[in-house]
């Protein structure tokens, strides 16, 4: 019976320790530690057996766009600035990619993870692009295309907020798998995860930055999708700042004036006022303190799954373990 040879079994490195994808601790480990400067000469259609971790030429025409991409829009300025970038020294950390379908007969990649290198050189008119194959599933690819994104500074909350979501439904992980994963504390994923609660339109608004995350949490106090819709409304024709917005917001919860005749009430202790206006701040949600002679209730109103998370979150997660 022969003996099976190395690309008879496709097994990870004799050197990797048995233990869960090292993504949310960044990509240096998808990367060679010094990248490769391009060649000038590209690979052919049909490389021959490729050592891993090494970077190979690879013609761009060669490459599909990454199917599992969450990001929605790429910044035409920037990557013009990186396309001049990328004229003057070339790509300096390669893409990854993985083989296609057909690679056999067709030659042809995914990308997995670079989208802005790989447009920017296409701009930049090259042939080809350093880039790294990894042999990974279609659930690995997705997730450290994910991974990826959440480790970026410049995407919008909203696109965030649907990277979290994929994390969540695709891949089950609990909130604080996925702040373990991308290097974000609970709270924060959480926060982004209940933006996706706003209404299509304002969620918009967030997705163009006419609104900031800021004034996307504090919106998300008020109960309704109409009361949402216009308070948002009024703080883009007025071009509230966050600040003001928390404060519009706090009225439109608490009028001074309604409909009903107030109830008559003790007058409510500052201190206790300014926590419960933090509280509400803090979380993004309805919170009231009853006091009286030091002693009552806190009342934190949620209205979903999301809301509960991110109260646990707030309060140091107390019941699990």
């Known amino acids: 019976?022969?003996?099976?040879?190395?690309?008879?079994?496709?097994?990870?490195?004799?050197?990797?320790?048995?233990?869960?994808?090292?993504?949310?601790?960044?990509?240096?480990?998808?990367?060679?530690?010094?990248?490769?400067?391009?060649?000038?000469?590209a690979a052919p259609v049909h490389p021959p057996a490729e050592p891993a971790g090494k970077p190979l030429e690879i013609p761009l025409h060669l490459i599909d766009r990454n199917p599992f991409q969450t990001r929605t829009q790429?910044?035409?300025?920037?990557?013009?600035e990186l396309a001049t970038s990328i004229l003057a020294s070339g790509v300096v950390q390669p893409i990854v990619v993985r083989h296609g379908v057909n690679h056999r007969q067709d030659g042809r990649y995914t990308l997995i993870t670079g989208e802005r290198r790989l447009l920017a050189s296409k701009k930049a008119g090259k042939e080809t692009i350093p880039a790294?194959?990894?042999?990974?599933?279609n659930l690995q690819a997705m997730e450290m295309t994910i991974v990826e994104n959440l480790q970026r500074t410049d995407l919008n909350p909203i696109e965030q907020a649907h990277a979290y979501l994929c994390l969540s439904r695709d891949f089950h992980m609990t909130?604080?798998?996925?702040?373990?994963?991308?290097?974000?504390?609970?709270?924060?994923?959480?926060?982004?995860?209940?933006?996706?609660?706003?209404?299509?339109?304002v969620q918009a608004q967030v997705e163009s930055g006419a609104l900031s995350f800021g004034h996307a949490r504090a919106l998300l106090a008020l109960e309704s999708p109409e009361a949402i819709l216009a308070a948002a409304q009024k703080i883009l024709a007025l071009?509230?700042?966050?600040?003001?917005?928390?404060?519009?917001?706090?009225g439109l919860l608490q009028?001074?004036?309604?409909?009903?005749?107030?109830?008559?009430?003790?007058?409510?202790?500052?201190?206790?006022?300014?926590?419960?206006?933090?509280?509400?701040?803090?979380?993004?949600?309805?919170?009231?303190?009853?006091?009286?002679?030091?002693?009552?209730?806190?009342?934190?109103?949620?209205?979903?799954?999301?809301?509960?998370d991110a109260i646990l979150a707030a309060l140091g997660d107390p019941i699990t373990g």
Not at 239 to 250: D, M
């Open 1 to 41: 019976m022969p003996t099976p040879t190395k690309s008879d079994s496709p097994q990870p490195p004799a050197h990797a320790p048995s233990r869960p994808r090292a993504l949310g601790k960044g990509l240096e480990s998808l990367l060679p530690s010094r990248p490769a400067a391009p060649s000038s000469v």
């Open 74 to 80: 790429f910044d035409e300025d920037k990557l013009a």
């Open 255 to 308: 009028p001074e004036s309604g409909a009903k005749p107030p109830k008559p009430a003790l007058p409510i202790d500052p201190n206790v006022r300014e926590a419960q206006d933090q509280l509400r701040r803090r979380l993004g949600l309805k919170v009231t303190i009853e006091d009286k002679k030091g002693k009552g209730k806190v009342i934190i109103e949620y209205s979903g799954v999301e809301d509960f």
């Open 239 to 250: 071009h509230l700042s966050v600040r003001a917005t928390e404060n519009y917001i706090q």
């Open 175 to 201: 909130q604080e798998q996925m702040a373990e994963r991308t290097g974000k504390d609970r709270a924060s994923v959480s926060n982004f995860l209940r933006l996706l609660k706003l209404p299509d339109h």
């Open 132 to 137: 790294i194959v990894r042999e990974v599933s």
